[in-house]
């Protein structure tokens, strides 16, 4: 197993067994790509979105806020183009019957078997150039990187031009070509490529037939821009404005794997920006900028990257991701699109409903252009996680080396911020003021009251769950009212008197500092 899967399998484990995310409906073995957030993950999840929440909604005078339902009347879906086209291809193996995307299935040929040999190369030579190593020059100048390069290059443009053509029957020739065999039973047996269209229905009570079908929603973004105009009369925002929504979305996914990185049920956090056409590449750039800087104010610089899109959804005229580095490689965190007016323009058309916007200073009436952003809530989750958590060796209470895992999560994220121990779980003395400490902060930010087990157990679990800070209650403190503030990450421990210990936390805690 590499360093990589190790990580992440521990991840997994981490979030289970400190109550972060759970499998769905695990008594019964589970239900695939579905997941239950626990104790803690509920609390890091809800302050994802208030951070996202507050940065977009409170911070801009000109963004506002909606929860729209996740069922929408179906012409929306036509009017959008999820019915005929939100399809991933799809391929079986007939032998061990697995479904794949086809896409997924090149993509992961060219970066095992093609891109990993370039790499290994790149790597073989930077320790052997040293400090004099110019990785572009060598990527244009070795035959044998030049030629993984290009094998790669050719591989990933004929299968973009086959989707971007549906010719299905072309992608099959490739995986055939490619003699791409089912990861499961190694079998190159397969069907041909079908599409297969990812969205959920359910069936309306009291209306029969194809009339009644509803889907679930795939994206939050089409519940903004049907009461486009609703929120922009009720709120008289002028334009530019933004509506941000949070909220489930739900898709059929072919492929679900990678934890909570691929869901079948999950959560967007989505912001529809409404510009003046010809505006839009201006806004699109602001808002490249604005989303990263989000990203950074809590993970590092290098872990993110910007990804253009070579292929373009039909509605776009631009459109990037923000990639993360999680252990499984860089993915896509968040999108950016330069929607056009695509989607104001379908419904209108379809509706029947004017969805115009009279702009005053210049004197007209049109369909505003839309710039969007979106992110996934479990994506983020993921994110925070992975950056988060590690091991690390710490002086123990003996002053020898031990191991301890910690979350290190920005402490405005942290699902607790504050604990609150006696010394001591045998002296009442002790655990009746680490009461009355614990039910006065509690008014102040998530506490957490524990008296089980040695002190230092109980700050190693604080450390497992990201718990910022540690009052610890001593017989001092029935002397002269003070306590020991443990910080997580340094280890210092303070003593402040307990009248100071609720602004101190505060501080450290709040979302501010993010914000700004
Ligand atoms: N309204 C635009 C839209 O939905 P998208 O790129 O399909 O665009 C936006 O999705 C974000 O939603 C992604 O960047 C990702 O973070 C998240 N997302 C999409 N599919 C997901 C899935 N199956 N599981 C978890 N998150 C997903």
Redesign the pocket.
Known sequence: MSQQEDSFKKLVSHCKEYGFVFQSSEVYDGLA?VYDYGPYGVELKNNIKQYWWQSMVKMHENIVGLDAAIFMHPKTWKASGHIDAFNDPMIDNKSSNKRYRADQLVEEYVEKKVMKKAKKEIEKARKRFGDDFDEEQYKATNPRVMGYLEKSKTILTRLNTSLTNEDLEDVKALIEELEIACPESGSRDWTDVRQFNLMFNTQLGTIAGEAGKLYLR????QGIFVNFLNVQKTTRQKIPFGIAQIGK?F?N?IV?RQF?????E???M?MQFFVRPGEQQKWYAYWKEARMKWHQAIHPAEKLQYHDHEKLAHYADAAL?IEFEFPFGFR????I?SRTDFDLSSHQELSGRKLQYFDSELGESYVPYVV?T???C???FLATMANALMDEVVPDADGKDSTRTVLKVHPALAPVKCAVLPLLKNKPELTAKAREVFNDLKFSFNCQYDEKDAIGRRYRRQDAIGTPYCVTIDFDTLEDNTVTLRDRDTLEQVRVSIGEVAAMVSEKVSMRTLLV
């Open positions: 790509a795939p994206e939050t973004a979305a898709r996914e679900a909570i990185f691929r869901m079948r999950f959560e967007q989505e991701d896509e965190l968040e999108g699109h969007e979106s992110i996934g479990d994506r983020m």
